[in-house]
């Protein structure tokens, strides 16, 4: 199983000619979604899906089917059953991979600002994408994508999130607002420079992938 980021939030866990891609947002690399089998999405902020360009890709491609939360199912009326809404205990096959959902809301960006839902997907049992969120799915966790820098994110929480995952390894995404320095400055804080976080921290460039 291969896992390739596609910038900011958006990765693709591919295995032969099976190709799930998750969270194609506004900052996603052009052609993320060429090829699809299925789509995960964790919520409806534009840096995780576009709905016209999702819709325009299930309308292209018959055979494709997204899996998301009931507000952003909502936004896609009309496409009957090939948008499946699914909530924190569902489990799930899109693309052939097995899929377990966890969590419920978008992480609080300020009092004031509504939150919205926001589903967290562990792909065969590998590999977990939280969404916006740090949401600990309760299972062991091989390969953890840590939000890295968020308007509702600081550092202490991130490195409490590593630690109680507790993952074998973990890759940066959730990062393109970040410069060359921020990226630098997160990872000696993540990695094994850090303040005793245990699990070993990365990062994807936008089209490199990694055997998981």
């Keep these: 199983m291969e896992l390739t980021k596609h910038g900011h939030a958006c990765v693709v866990i591919s295995d032969g000619d099976r190709r799930l891609v998750v969270d194609p947002g506004a900052w996603t690399e052009a052609g993320a979604l060429d090829g699809a089998s299925a789509v995960l ?3 409806e902020h534009p840096d995780h899906v576009v709905p016209e360009q999702l819709r325009a890709a299930l309308e292209a491609h018959p055979a494709l089917e997204v899996w998301t939360n009931p507000s952003v199912a ?3 009326e009309g496409l009957g059953s090939r948008v499946h ?8 096959t899109a693309a052939g991979f097995e899929v377990q959902v966890h969590g419920e809301w978008h992480a609080e960006i ?5 939150r919205v839902r926001n589903v967290g997907f562990l792909v065969e049992g590998q590999v977990f ?3 916006d969120a740090l949401t600990v799915p309760g ?3 091989p390969t953890l994508l840590l939000p890295l820098h968020a308007p509702w994110s600081k550092v202490a929480e991130l490195i409490d999130y590593v630690r ?3 993952a074998d390894q973990a890759f940066a995404v959730h990062d393109g ?3 060359d320095t921020g990226l630098g400055l997160l990872a000696g804080l993540l990695g094994e420079r850090g303040p005793g976080t245990p699990t070993p921290y990365g990062r994807l460039t936008p089209g490199e992938s990694v055997e998981l």
Excluded: E, S
């Design 85 to 92: 809404a699914v909530g924190d205990g569902d489990t799930l």
């Design 41 to 43: 999405v964790t919520h």
């Design 139 to 141: 299972t062991p966790v």
């Design 129 to 131: 994408h939280p969404g």
């Design 74 to 76: 909502a936004l896609f």
């Design 164 to 166: 109680a995952v507790d």
């Design 110 to 114: 300020h009092p004031d600002i509504p």
């Design 177 to 179: 607002l970040l410069n």
